[in-house]
């Protein structure tokens, strides 16, 4: 069998190619001769860096499939809080329209179009520190979740599980997500509707 070159430039490409590029490979050190010789045996599951995270979070007091994990804090985020610093138990806020200038932006749509939640719906009446369910138990904001999830259970669900709401971060490493308040308002959870977003130049 011939072989036939139309010009010498490309024989010479050739000749390049099969012997230079053979002795950069023989140079090279494979995958596997990396494994061997590592001197901790190859995980397959590991990563060479996972940034840590540097938001203030909290161990979460539910626990997932995969076992315990963190959710960012709350409390340091609330502009208003300790709310007991105006709200102290049996002493009334004497303030002249105190509710206007303290919580007049506050615009409760939350629930149901004529049955709408109030502020004692979700906040301790005595206790204003803290949040509290149907049941009567005090909740901590930094654990806005459990109050959350007593109404939307399905989301809880679906949060727990890493299907709604958002890891924190790098997808390894300590398990990190965001708290329900983190994304939606309390107040008016639902989002607005928006066209999409756009990348691209419009063609004109």
Known sequence: ???????????????????????????????????????????????????????ETVLAKEEYQGGAFRVLARKQ???????????????????????????GDVVINHGRKGNELSCIDCH??????????????????DHSYQLCGQCHFRQKRDWLGGAHGKRVTNWAGDRVVYNCASCHNP???????????TYSVPLN
Do not use: W
Request: proline share 6%; hydrophobic share 35%.
């Open 1 to 55: 069998m011939k072989i036939y070159f139309p010009n010498f430039f490309q024989a010479l490409l050739l000749i390049v190619l099969f012997t230079g590029g053979s002795a950069a490979f023989a140079n090279e050190k494979s995958f596997i001769d990396e494994i061997k010789g590592a001197d901790a045996p190859f995980d397959n599951r590991s990563v060479k860096l996972v940034r840590p995270v540097t938001l």
């Open 77 to 103: 985020h609330i502009e208003r809080y300790k709310c007991s610093s105006c709200h102290v138990p049996g002493k009334p806020v004497l303030v002249q329209q105190g509710f206007e200038l303290t919580h």
């Open 187 to 197: 107040h008016s959870p639902r989002f607005e509707k928006r066209f999409p977003a």
């Open 124 to 141: 301790n009446q005595e206790d204003r520190d803290y949040l509290e369910d149907k049941k009567g138990r005090k909740i901590d904001f």
